[in-house]
């Protein structure tokens, strides 16, 4: 196997700092600081400016891809960018997102104005610079004439005034540019037609300009489907109309248009073309609690029927250790086995500290090796092996008969341990289960030490590269891919809130000015805190108020959230790693202990302690989600699966599951909850003897009760498809379906082989939760400083999952003149890492702010500073959050997406001749 870079990712560069271990060369840095440039692009077209910030890019996934993707080659082919659209259902805005190749959103943007409801159509093409651009048109608004494009960032770039003929709604879609004509063509018509009527088909230039309206009677009446044809590389359209069968397919390079008529024996909800050329189209099946495509050959005969969201409908229970195997597979319920790889304990630097505290690459390899290799798991194809939920992960709870040599290295300026979670005494902490007191010894989350981060990453990021490989050859042997396992900061010894260790508490310091600000003294003085030069964590010791374990202690509140962000940061380490790795989106999960849902619940295993263990990160990350739950909680108010589903997650992975209760019905009723509530797999954890009191029968016969009465389709994420899509780029050619459509359906993309099976480089949900907006408040000032500024705020209980959008139009004076970005705390000064400089322009344009936010805040203020004279036209500001669930602020329940969703992907290149197949069909 090839790894480029793999090693040269950690070698020191002129952008790292001598100190820092960096884990792509310039980029991650220690926990001193979170939040490096917190810029992540700066984009321009003709009629605007996009500038998007986040408030911790080691958080934001799509921040980290941009800056590691291109020092990291991944071991399989990606899948497209591509962009979404909140699909047709009354209470959805016109949302639209763009995604990576692995199905992490890069941005968010707002179409219309928020009065403007129903849902939003997409489509996508590349101009003739090759730029990329998105044209929209709302789904069943009938008011909106004109229709926008807008560039990936989500900046106008031109709007379209369609023919008074015809009548909104609209339906729309973007042809190729050929190289003869390299422009792309935006074609659109009236969504609804009436039988005999004329209606056109209007087509434009990706600058918005009227090229010409292809005219025609329609031959029915009913609401029409327009898809840009990419088997080819002109624009070509096809307009079909699903109730009855008719296909209008226009083809404005040669003038020549053609009628079909597909006649079916079941009810279709849209006809595309497949980027198969043996059977050259597919048809959406009506009416379906699961989701199914007809395959029709190129006189339009079905083929076969495929249930295309099959694995979706699955349910996978690790069952060995309860007796059950493959052989007792259902229908839908089958068995599965449990892939846990410690992949930083699989390592010769587990033992041996010296490996990755030395500053030899040639030394890390030999770290390397065994994970490289798949550490034995992988030496036959995935084909051969039963399909497997797979945890390739590291976590602090280190095995304390091997980890001696991590324990003996001490802190340069305390001499403290310098790789191992201390208490607030400053003493190790061990944990132990089922009666043992110190089976592990915990070591520190905190960054800035080199060899600990190898360790925890390296050897992780082998292993996934191995599986990756593997996995695309293979992809539904894979459920799914848990890259991390109950990360949390949880010390037994001394009463003890958070880890103390040195590093921690250095990257505290920093972590605060991040935060907050200004003057480092003039700010621990405002969040109740120490003397600078006494500065430290509280430990509840009486050394002041500051020094208190209490909620109403303002710096203990921080020290508690510092931690917090400590513990996410490094799940999202795990993520970034399992999407360097090829893997999308959706297939990867957390495996997380649940927040408060769990704390002070553990003690039929092991002591109960001050736990933090958040999962609302994991919520609002972007990937999918799994978490541990023990005991019987089904009946409960509040609990983490309905924090969860109600959150929009269909796919959840239980990493270890266990009822322990006694009572047959209890965990007989609790399981048929978890198959109903969007759960897709579980651990089941068999109880050891010692206390075991009477748990694994009732697990047996929970399992076997599912099994017997539930063997049925899961159809949480199923039901419809929405559109299906041909995707070919050279050699690679897949179809990528919308499955799951209407009420209570997300809308999963997927990519499909010709026999419907899932491809494996698409695989993500673009609008798990529903989107809320506040109107903002802008208003220009005079600062303190003197300076003249737009600002928005102070923005207050700021989270995670959340952006904030500052719209000026305007325009300069004079040249070379520029508006200036910085966020500020209404209590402190300006946050470090935020100024940056934008060019105006002598004509009116627009600039847009957006700030993305991954973790708590409060009293930010977006301040935008006006060069002199400066002409402001117009402002517009407004708050979007996601609509999860937030535990930490006792909010347990959110608000799911519905509706499905529209898509396309962006064009890499117009294809050339000898790779099209399926042309002229």
């Not at 009677?217 to 109309?241: C, K, M, W």
């Amino acid at each position: 196997m090839i790894y480029p870079r793999f090693i040269s990712d950690f070698l020191p560069c002129a952008l790292c700092a001598s100190s820092i271990m960096l884990l792509s060369c310039g980029w991650q840095l220690s926990a001193g600081e979170t939040t490096g440039a917190r810029i992540s692009f700066v984009t321009e077209s003709e009629n605007s400016v996009t500038l998007q910030a986040v408030l911790d890019p080691t958080l934001d996934l799509a921040t980290r891809m941009q800056r590691e993707r291109p020092l990291v080659d991944s071991p399989v082919p990606l899948g497209p960018r591509f962009v979404a659209g909140q699909g047709a259902w009354e209470s959805n805005q016109t949302f639209v997102r763009v995604f990576n190749e692995n199905g992490i959103v890069e941005t968010q943007f707002l179409a219309y104005p928020d009065s403007i409801s129903g849902g939003v159509h997409v489509a996508a093409g590349k101009d003739a610079q090759g730029d990329a651009f998105i044209v929209t048109a709302p789904i069943s608004d009938r008011t909106q004439r004109q229709l926008r494009v807008f560039d990936q960032a989500g900046g106008i770039r031109a709007t379209l005034n369609p023919p008074e003929a015809l009548r909104p709604p609209y339906v729309i879609a973007v042809g190729r540019g050929g190289e003869s004509a390299p422009d792309a063509v935006i074609a659109l018509t009236s969504a609804h037609q009436q039988q005999g009527r004329p209606s056109a088909l209007a087509l434009y230039n990706s600058e918005g300009e009227w090229l010409e309206s292809i005219r025609f009677d329609a031959p029915t009446t009913g609401i029409v489907q327009l898809e840009s044809d990419r088997t080819v590389d002109v624009a070509r359209f096809d307009l079909v109309y699903p109730g009855t069968g008719e296909w209008l397919v226009f083809n404005p390079s040669s003038g020549q248009h053609q009628f079909t008529k597909i006649e079916s024996t079941v009810g279709l909800t849209g006809v595309y073309r497949s980027a198969f050329a043996e059977n050259p189209y597919v048809a959406a099946v009506a009416d379906s609690p699961i989701s199914e495509l007809l395959q029709l050959d190129s006189e339009y005969a079905a083929v076969s029927r495929q249930n295309i969201g099959r694995l979706e409908n699955e349910f996978w229970i690790t069952g060995e250790a309860f007796g059950f195997d493959a052989s007792d597979d259902g229908e839908y319920i089958k068995f599965v086995k449990y892939g846990h790889v410690r992949a930083d304990a699989s390592s010769p630097a587990y033992r041996n500290y010296g490996i990755f505290a030395s500053d030899s690459p040639e030394d890390w390899e030999r770290g390397l090796r065994n994970a490289r290799s798949g550490l034995g798991r992988l030496s036959r194809s995935l084909a051969d092996t039963p399909r497997t939920l797979w945890e390739p992960c590291f976590t602090h709870r280190q095995f304390n008969d091997r980890f001696d040599a991590w324990k003996t290295p001490t802190d340069e300026a305390t001499g403290l341990p310098k790789y191992l979670a201390l208490s607030r005494l400053n003493n190790i902490s061990y944990y132990g289960e089922f009666g043992a007191t110190d089976s592990f010894v915990g070591s520190t989350y905190a960054y800035g030490l080199p060899a600990l981060e190898r360790l925890y990453i390296l050897p992780l990021r082998a292993f996934l590269f191995a599986l990756s490989e593997a996995f695309r050859a293979d992809p539904e042997r894979v459920i799914s891919v848990e890259p991390n396992h109950e990360h949390e900061i949880s010390i037994r010894e001394d009463r003890t809130v958070g880890d103390y260790n040195p590093a921690m508490i250095r990257g505290f310091r920093d972590y605060l000015v991040n935060l907050y600000g200004g003057d480092f003294q003039a700010l621990l003085k405002a969040r109740n805190g120490p003397p600078e030069a006494q500065f430290d964590a509280p430990r509840d010791d009486g050394r002041g108020s500051w020094d208190a374990y209490s909620t109403g202690n303002r710096f203990f509140q921080d020290w508690v959230a510092y931690n917090r962000t400590i513990v996410n940061r490094r799940l999202a380490d795990t993520f970034t790693q399992a999407l360097l790795a090829g893997f999308p989106a959706e297939l990867i999960k957390s495996h997380q202990i649940p927040d408060a849902y769990a704390i002070g619940q553990l003690d039929l295993f092991s002591e109960r302690m001050p736990r933090i263990t958040p999962i609302d990160y994991a919520l609002a990350a972007g990937v999918g989600f799994g978490f541990t739950r023990y005991s019987v909680w089904f009946r409960r108010q509040n609990n983490a699966f309905k924090a969860a589903y109600t959150s929009g997650f269909d796919s959840i992975v239980m990493g270890e599951y266990q009822a322990l209760t006694g009572n047959q019905r209890d965990a007989n009723e609790q399981l048929i909850y978890v198959w109903e509530n969007g759960v897709s797999a579980i651990h089941a954890m068999k109880w050891p003897a010692s206390h075991d009191k009477g748990f694994n029968a009732t697990m047996t016969g929970a399992i076997q009760h599912l099994l017997d009465h539930y063997d049925r389709p899961r159809s949480t994420v199923t039901g419809g498809v929405g559109q299906v899509k041909a995707f070919i780029d050279g050699e690679r050619r897949f179809n990528i379906a919308a499955i799951g459509t209407g009420a209570g359906k997300r809308g999963l993309l997927k990519s499909l082989w010709a026999d419907g099976t899932w491809e494996g480089s698409v695989y993500a949900v673009p609008f798990r939760t529903a989107l809320k907006i506040e109107s903002l408040a802008a208003r220009t000032v005079r600062r303190p400083d003197g300076a003249s500024a737009v600002e928005v705020g102070p923005l207050r209980k700021i989270d995670g999952g959340e952006q904030m959008i500052l719209v000026i139009r305007g325009r300069s004076v004079a040249e070379d003149q520029v508006l200036r970005f910085n966020v500020r705390h209404a209590a402190g000064g300006f946050l470090p890492g935020y100024d940056a400089a934008v060019p105006t322009r002598l004509e009116i344009r627009e600039y847009r702010f957006v700030l993305r936010t991954q973790l708590p805040a409060d009293e930010l203020i977006l301040s935008v500073t006006l060069p002199d004279g400066f002409r402001v036209d117009s402002t517009e500001a407004r708050r979007e959050t996601e609509a999860i669930a937030r535990p930490h602020l006792d909010q347990h329940t959110g608000q799911p997406h519905e509706g499905g969703v529209t898509f396309d992907w962006f064009p890499s290149k117009p294809l050339s001749a000898e790779t099209l197949k399926n042309d002229e069909q």
